[in-house]
């Protein structure tokens, strides 16, 4: 049988062990790994590797512990604008959507934006009214109400602050974390496939756009390279334009998928103080899972490699 | 005297003599030399690449020639949805928007965003939310009504096609053109930038997004290898992040500007159907305007080079 991998995020941040109780651990490590059980059963069966990410992303949106879906945070108009992107690194395909309320699962509108529009990027009501055309799901915002981010909102106006990150439990305790959830593949056909998902910033104003949907940034794949999903404070890996350059210094300078990460993340991204991580993948199954932050959401799971579930660094 | 240069461009597309009036040929050939002017004097005084870059842009915004600014082409629901970027190579720090309306230069308030805000990409209302927190430059919608953009409208309407392209006469005369504008520039101090401003498609739906702000894809600069602005279909551009691939392959292949440019303009982005061009300028002030299509509005001029304008093959 011909190799498959998975591997998936759920945001970076300052995730200390002494800020987490034993049962929030628990919980987090619970969703991580039914998330990646969801896309592994797929590549598994010999499904294909974006069929597994969606899978994998719909887990994760559908949990309000992850700043995506469910659990996206509170806008400063005490809404929920979510950005999501998908690529298929089989024919460089991908669809992307930002600004978008009220729909549960953006990932799964990015890929119909892939697939059923000429289009690669859709934002905003625009992009809402596509997803109205193809009968796409929407949620109420009661679904959307999450207590514990509704008072982080409340906690950011107090102080006017607009907030990069989120926290699991307040901002009390200190943690600093940056939402998004991510999710990379190889399925047994050898193609790649990432994509990522996130309800951006607590107080956002100005319909700030973020790294998670813009291709090469937060999101990329590529059958010759690696396939890629960001997370972090945005703004610096746009600049960077951050999952394209791991593939670029595959392809152009013959780096290994490790080398490459390391170089992007705990160097480059370090010097103009970008703080966050990814997960990638690459063509022969190599699964790296590299951040320059305390912690990282994080588990992966291949047809050679048992189940591996990580937080804390 | 140090070394300086700047390039410009007013879309591509199957721009053919055949097609273009003795006339029309010199309104555009007039235009493109006036953004020249501007910018290059703002260099030849020792003034700073981004004001170039800048300057020269606002000229082809504020001429309905173009498609940016006021020459913007109407959405499918009668608007003008404008996209634009800039970006300066000295910091990697960069501003763009999309979706914004009734801003009279979309690049000064790209510039905005990178100077004023910790964000780097706005959209839609919230973009405009900001513009009118700065004072921004605002327009009614006469000032954006163009006659022959409105009539493109009508047409695409009848045929319900979503026109990637706008032309210069309507339609009937088979002419294809990118309607984007775009400039890049090196300073007497080393210093390299970009910008790229754009109203997108005729009769778009949906908050369609091109490559014009999105960094990386239509626009990107960098001291260390080059500046770029492109103009085409920007699925395709989007999809090959091919401002940054330019860069990427001087980077970490070595390849001179001429043979990066090359590779990405004429064989890759051809190879997946991607139609169009970018104008490029590297630290040492060389110079290339490639494109796949049968023309490009473009000119250049530096300290040491004539002034040079183009429109066909």
């Known amino acids: 049988m011909k190799k498959y991998g998975i591997a998936i995020h759920g945001g970076a941040g300052t995730i200390l062990k002494s800020l987490l109780t034993t049962e929030k651990e628990f919980e987090y490590k ?24 969606e899978k994998a992303i719909i887990c994760l949106e559908n949990n309000p512990l992850f700043n995506a879906g469910k659990g996206a945070v509170f806008t400063n108009k005490g809404k929920h604008e ?4 998908i690529m298929n690194g089989k024919d460089l395909t991908t669809g992307a959507v930002t600004g978008v309320s009220n729909i549960k699962n953006p990932i799964s509108l990015s890929r119909a934006v892939m697939e059923k ?59 600093k974390k940056f939402g ?26 100005f319909g700030r756009v973020g790294d998670s949907p813009i291709v090469g940034a937060g999101t990329y794949a590529n059958n010759t390279t690696c396939a ?3 997370t972090g ?3 610096f890996f746009i600049r960077s334009i951050v999952a394209y350059d791991v593939s670029c210094l595959m392809e152009y300078k013959g780096l290994s998928l490790k080398e490459a990460c390391d170089i992007v993340v ?14 990638a993948i690459d063509s022969k199954g190599n699964i790296e899972l590299p951040f320059n932050t ?12 048992e189940l591996f579930i990580g937080i804390y660094k």
């Open 266 to 279: 705990k160097d480059k991204l370090v010097k103009i103080g970008g703080e966050g991580g990814l997960v």
């Open 82 to 85: 979510m950005d999501a992107c």
């Open 228 to 230: 890629i999903s960001c």
């Open 294 to 305: 305390e912690g990282m959401y994080r588990a992966k799971k291949s047809s050679t490699e």
């Open 117 to 175: 529009t000429e289009h690669v990027f859709l934002s905003g009501e625009g992009a809402m009214d596509f997803a109205k055309s193809i009968n796409s799901n929407f949620e109420n915002d009661d679904y959307f109400f999450v207590q514990m981010r509704y008072d982080q909102l409340q906690k950011a106006k107090e102080t006017d602050s607009i907030i990069l990150d989120h926290t699991v439990d307040g901002f009390e305790n200190g943690e």
């Open 233 to 235: 404070n945005g703004e």
């Open 30 to 53: 619970k969703a991580l790994e039914d998330a990646i059980h969801a896309g592994e059963t797929i590549l598994n069966k010999g499904g294909t590797s974006l069929d597994a990410v």
């Open 180 to 205: 998004t959830v991510g999710a990379v593949a190889l399925d047994i056909h050898g193609n790649l496939a990432a994509g990522t998902s996130t309800g951006g910033m607590t107080n956002k104003k």
